[in-house]
C-alpha cells in the first residue's frame, strides 16, 4: 500500500492512459501475483515496469502494451534522442547499402547465370594483399596493447558501443563487416588484459585454476575469430541450368547404404530414387546392404532396384560405399543415408555445376529432418524454430563455398566418380569418412560446391542419448583428421581453406572450456582464490563489452539460422560426454570404432533420463551451494568483496539457467508414432461415392494424412470408419488416387485417413505424391521465423523453469526437501528478471507450442467434444445449486 501510494504521489494513476495498464495489469506483470502478494512485488514491479518502459517497446498495439514511443514521447528529451537516433540511423543504412551493393557487384559472383570462379591471385596482387594484411596486423596489435587508465577504457568502449549500435540497425553485409571488426577489436583487448594484467602468482591452486581459465577463454576466442572469417561473406549458389539435350547428360548411380535398419524407414528413400526425373537408362538405384539380410534383397528384387552386398564388413559405411564403386560404373555417385529421402528434382538441382565446371568432384546439399530431433521434441519448440543443424548445414556451408571448402557430409549430395577414384574412394582412417574425402578432395585440387537448397529430408534420432551417440562420434572423428591429416600443414590447401578445416575440426574440443566456465566462479566463493586477478570495476570494464559486442555480432551472422541464447546449452548437453572421447583421439587417434545412429524408434512414456542426465546434476549441485555460500558470504562483507561476490553469482545464475535448461532437454518426450507426421500444404479432394469434396492436406507420414476440408460444412459427408477416395492435386487435374479410411473428424473440418498401399506401386506412388514433391522441404524452410535476442532469452529463462520443474519432479523423493528448495529458490531469482507480455499471451510470438499439432489435433473431437458440453452443462446446474464458482 505505502509503493502504491507513492506512485500515486508521482503517477496521475486516474488517467486514462494508467487506468490501462491497471486494467490490465496481470498482461504487463506477468510475474506477479495480485490476488496474492509477496514482500518483494514492488520490486519486481519496478524492474518490469522500467523494462517495459525502455525496452520491451511494441508498434504493433499500443492500446494494449506499454510502449517505448508511447511513453517516451511524453518527454522531450527522449523526443529529441529518438530523433537524432533515427535520422543516423537512415543515413547509416543509406551508406551502408551502397557500400553492400557496391562490393556484391564487384565481388559476388552471378550464381544462376555464372559460375563462382575460385581464382589463384597473381603474383603482384599476392604481393598487394599481403602489404595491406602487413599494415592491418600492425594498426590491430596497435590498438588492441595501447594501455588504458579505467576512465580511457570506458570512453574508447562507448564510442565503439555507439558506433556498433549504429551498425546494427543497418543490417547489411558491410555493416555486419564492420560489427565482426569491432568485436574483435574489444574481444582481442581483453584476453590482452587477461594475459598481462590478471594472471593470479599468489599459490599453486590460484596458478592452476588461473591458467585452465584462461586457456578455456582463449580457445573460445580463437572460434570466434575462425567463425568470424568462415561466414563473414557467404556465397548463396543457385542451381545451375542442364543443357536441353538430354544426351549430353551423365549416368548417375545413387548408393542408398544400411546397415541395421528397418525396412520401413528405408522404404521411402528407395522409392523415392527410383522415381527422381532423370533418363532411366542413365540412372541405377542401388541399396547397399551391409547386413546381408534377405528381406532388403527381395525388396530390392520387387522394386526394381540394385542389390549389392560384401563378405568382409571392413571399414563400416565408408567401405561399404568404397565396393560398391568397385562394381558399379555410372559418372557421377549420388549418397543418401537410408533415411534420406530426396525429392523428384533432385539431380536437375544439382547435376548442372558438374556439367559447367569440370573441376567440381563435389555438390552437397543441406541435411534437413523431417521428424523433431530431442532438442525440439523434449523443449516443445515449435517448427518455426531454427534446429540445430540448421546453422551449419544451411548456413556455414554457405560460407565454406565461399572459401572453396564445402564439406562432404556423408549424405544427399553428388560426387564426381572420377575424382573419387583419384583419392582411393571414401576415407577410412577416420570415423567421419565424409569429411576426410572433402578434405582428400580439396588437397588434390579438385572443387567443391554447395546448393542452400533443401532437396531431401530424414529422420532426427529419437532420443538425447543417440544423438549424444551421434555427436560423439562426429567430435572423435574430427579430431581424428585434425590428428592424422592437419588442414594446417601438407599441400593443395589454400589459406582460407585450411582454416575453414581447422574451425570444423577444433569445434568439437569444446567440452572442456565449456565445462570449466561451469565452475570458474566456484573457487572464489569456495576458497577466495581468485582465477581472474584483477578489481570488479576492471572486470565488469573489460569483461562485459567482450560478451556484449560478440553476442550481438553473433545474432547478426547466425539471424534466421540459430536461436538466440542457445549455443551454450548445445555445447553444455554435449561438452560433458564428447571431452574423453576427444582427448582420446588428441592422443591415439586410431583409437574409436564407427557407430550407426538408431533411427525410427517410438518412447511410449515421459521420463528423465538419469543416465545422461547425471554429470549436469553434479554440476547443478555444485553451482547451488556455491550460490547459497556466496548469500551467505554477502553478510557484512566489505564494500569491494560484495562487489566481486556479485559478479561471481551473476555468473553461477547464468550457469544455473543453462545446466536447468539442460536437465529439461533431458526430459524425454511421448512419442507414440513410429511414422512422424510432416506437414505440407498440398491441394487434394476427397472422392465420397459421387461427391468430391475439396480439401488441403495438411499433414502427412508414411501411413496415414491429415486433411482440412475448404468448407467445414462437408464434414456432414463424412463417416467414420468409412471408406473415401484421396484424389491428389486440383478437382480439374487429379493425378493419383489412393484408397483410404477416415479414422477421426473434428468439428472445425480436420479429417485424418489411413492411406491404404496394398502393392509396392501403391506404396511408391504414394512416396511420390509427399515426400518426393519438389518443393516441399522449401516450404518447410520457409516457415522457420527470425527470433530476437529478447525472445532467446526469455525462451531459455522459460526452458530453466521447466527444467527446475522435471527436476524436481523426477528426483528422488528421500532428496525432495533439497530439491524443492532448490528450485523454489532458482524460481524466486529469476522471478526478478522482466518479462515480455508477448510470451504469456500471444502464443504466435512464442517459440514454445503448448501442445504438438502434428501428433494431436488442435481441436477436440465431436464426440468428446458433446461429452463435454453435457458435463459443463452438469458443473454449471450443480454451481447454480450450491452458489459457487
Not at 247 to 255: C, G, H, L, P, T
Not at 472 to 501: E, H, S, Y
Not at 764 to 793: N, S
Request: proline fraction near 5%; aromatic fraction near 14%.
Amino acid at each position: 500500500m505505502f509503493c502504491f501510494g507513492l506512485a500515486w504521489l508521482i503517477f496521475p494513476i486516474e488517467n486514462r492512459f494508467y487506468q490501462k495498464i491497471v486494467k490490465n495489469r496481470t498482461y504487463y506483470f506477468p510475474q506477479i501475483d495480485f490476488h496474492n502478494l509477496r514482500p518483494l512485488d514492488p520490486i519486481r514491479g519496478l524492474i518490469q515496469l522500467s523494462f517495459l518502459m525502455f525496452v520491451a517497446g511494441s508498434k504493433e498495439d499500443a492500446a494494449k502494451r506499454l510502449s517505448h514511443s508511447t511513453y517516451a514521447s511524453r518527454f522531450f528529451l527522449f523526443r529529441w534522442v529518438n530523433h537524432i537516433f533515427k535520422r543516423i540511423n537512415r543515413g547509416t543504412r543509406m551508406i551502408a547499402e551502397r557500400v553492400s551493393k557496391k562490393l556484391a557487384s564487384e565481388g559476388k559472383e552471378k550464381t544462376g547465370q555464372h559460375k563462382p570462379q575460385h581464382q589463384k591471385l597473381s603474383l603482384f596482387k599476392k604481393i598487394f594483399v599481403g602489404f595491406l594484411l602487413a599494415i592491418g596486423f600492425v594498426l590491430y596489435v596497435l590498438c588492441i596493447t595501447q594501455p588504458f587508465s579505467l576512465e580511457e577504457q570506458v570512453i574508447f568502449l562507448l564510442i565503439l558501443g555507439v558506433i556498433a549500435l549504429t551498425l546494427f540497425q543497418a543490417q547489411t553485409r558491410f555493416t555486419l563487416l564492420m560489427l565482426i571488426v569491432i568485436s574483435v577489436i574489444v574481444s582481442s583487448r581483453y584476453v590482452w588484459w587477461r594475459y598481462s594484467e590478471t594472471l593470479n602468482p599468489n599459490s599453486y591452486t590460484s596458478v592452476i585454476f588461473t591458467w585452465l581459465l584462461i586457456i578455456a577463454e582463449t580457445y573460445a576466442f580463437i572460434v570466434m575469430l575462425l567463425g568470424y572469417f568462415q561466414v563473414c561473406w557467404v556465397l548463396d549458389r543457385k542451381p545451375a541450368s542442364l543443357p536441353k539435350d538430354k544426351e549430353r547428360w551423365s549416368s548417375v548411380d545413387i548408393f542408398i547404404p544400411t546397415y541395421n535398419e528397418p525396412l520401413d524407414v528405408v522404404k521411402p528413400t528407395v522409392y523415392a530414387a527410383l522415381t527422381v526425373d532423370w533418363p532411366k537408362e542413365k540412372l541405377n538405384v542401388y541399396i547397399l546392404d551391409d547386413g546381408s539380410r534377405k528381406e532388403f534383397k527381395d525388396f530390392a528384387c520387387e522394386v526394381g532396384a540394385g542389390y549389392i552386398e560384401r563378405e568382409e564388413h571392413k571399414h563400416a559405411k565408408a567401405g561399404n560405399i568404397n565396393h560398391a564403386m568397385g562394381i558399379t560404373k555410372g559418372d557421377f555417385i549420388a549418397i543418401f543415408d537410408c533415411d534420406h529421402v530426396p525429392v523428384k528434382t533432385f539431380l536437375q538441382k544439382t547435376m548442372g555445376w558438374f556439367l559447367k565446371d569440370e573441376k567440381i568432384a563435389l555438390v552437397q546439399t543441406p541435411h534437413h529432418f523431417y521428424s523433431q530431433d530431442p532438442f525440439e521434441k523434449n523443449l516443445h519448440l515449435k517448427e518455426n524454430v531454427p534446429n540445430e543443424n540448421s546453422l551449419f548445414h544451411d548456413f556455414i556451408q554457405k560460407g565454406n563455398d565461399t572459401w572453396n571448402a564445402t564439406m562432404f557430409c556423408g549424405s544427399c549430395a553428388i560426387m564426381r566418380r572420377k575424382a573419387l577414384e583419384e583419392v582411393g574412394g571414401i576415407a577410412v582412417e577416420t570415423v567421419t569418412e565424409d569429411a576426410h574425402t572433402s578434405l582428400k578432395l580439396n588437397r588434390r585440387g579438385w572443387s567443391s560446391a554447395f546448393l542452400s537448397t533443401p532437396l531431401s529430408a530424414g529422420l532426427s534420432t529419437e532420443t538425447l542419448a543417440a544423438h549424444i551417440g551421434q555427436r560423439i562420434r562426429w567430435a572423435r572423428g574430427m579430431v581424428q583428421i585434425f590428428r592424422l591429416d592437419n588442414p594446417l600443414f601438407g599441400k593443395g590447401l589454400t589459406i582460407p581453406q585450411r582454416l575453414c578445416f581447422l574451425n570444423a575440426m577444433i569445434h568439437f574440443l569444446h567440452g572442456l572450456p565449456r565445462i570449466i566456465f561451469l565452475i570458474a566462479p566456484l573457487p572464489f566463493l569456495f576458497a577466495n582464490i581468485y582465477v581472474i586477478y584483477a578489481s570488479a570495476i576492471a572486470i565488469f570494464v573489460y569483461l562485459i563489452p567482450h560478451m556484449v559486442h560478440s553476442t550481438m555480432t553473433t545474432y547478426m551472422i547466425h539471424r534466421g539460422y540459430r536461436f538466440p541464447f542457445i549455443s551454450a546449452l548445445y555445447e553444455t548437453i554435449l561438452s560433458w560426454y564428447i571431452f574423453v572421447p576427444t582427448l582420446v583421439a588428441l592422443i591415439a587417434p586410431h583409437k574409436g570404432k564407427f557407430n550407426v545412429t538408431a533411427k525410427g524408434g517410438v518412447i511410449d512414456k515421459e521420463y528423465l533420463d538419469w543416465a545422461v542426465a547425471r554429470p549436469y546434476f553434479y554440476l547443478l549441485l555444485l553451482n547451488l551451494a556455491g550460490f547459497f555460500i556466496g548469500l551467505y558470504r554477502m553478510v557484512g562483507a566489505s564494500a569491494y568483496e560484495v562487489l566481486m561476490l556479485l559478479i561471481n553469482l551473476g555468473w553461477i545464475i547464468y550457469n544455473l539457467i543453462i545446466l536447468f535448461a539442460a536437465m529439461a532437454v533431458t526430459v524425454e518426450s511421448v512419442q507414440k508414432r513410429k511414422f512422424p507426421r510432416v506437414s505440407f500444404t498440398a491441394p487434394v479432394h476427397l472422392q465420397v461415392g459421387e461427391t468430391s469434396i475439396p480439401a488441403v492436406m495438411s499433414a502427412f507420414s508414411q501411413k496415414d494424412c491429415v486433411v482440412d476440408l475448404k468448407n467445414a460444412s462437408d464434414l456432414s459427408k463424412v463417416s467414420l470408419e468409412e471408406p473415401v477416395k484421396l484424389v491428389f492435386g486440383p478437382k480439374k487435374k487429379p493425378s493419383t488416387t489412393f484408397d483410404c479410411t477416415v479414422t477421426a473428424a473434428f468439428e472445425n473440418g480436420v479429417v485424418e485417413l489411413l492411406v491404404s498401399q496394398p502393392t509396392r506401386t501403391k506404396e511408391m506412388e504414394y512416396v511420390e505424391c509427399t515426400f518426393g514433391t519438389p518443393d516441399i522441404w522449401i516450404q518447410r524452410q520457409a516457415k522457420v521465423r527470425d527470433y530476437g535476442m529478447f525472445d532467446g532469452f526469455f525462451a531459455l529463462l522459460h526452458m530453466a523453469r521447466m527444467g527446475a520443474e522435471a527436476f524436481a519432479h523426477f528426483s528422488n523423493p528421500q532428496a525432495g526437501w533439497f530439491l524443492k528448495a532448490s528450485v523454489w529458490t532458482f524460481k524466486w531469482v529469476i522471478s526478478f528478471i522482466p518479462r515480455v507480455p508477448s510470451l504469456r499471451r500471444e502464443n504466435k510470438n512464442s517459440p514454445f507450442e503448448e501442445t504438438h499439432p502434428l501428433y494431436l489435433p488442435k481441436t477436440i473431437c465431436l464426440k468428446q467434444f458433446h461429452r463435454l458440453i453435457a458435463r459443463n452443462n452438469e458443473l454449471k446446474s450443480y454451481a447454480v445449486r450450491n452458489n459457487t464458482d
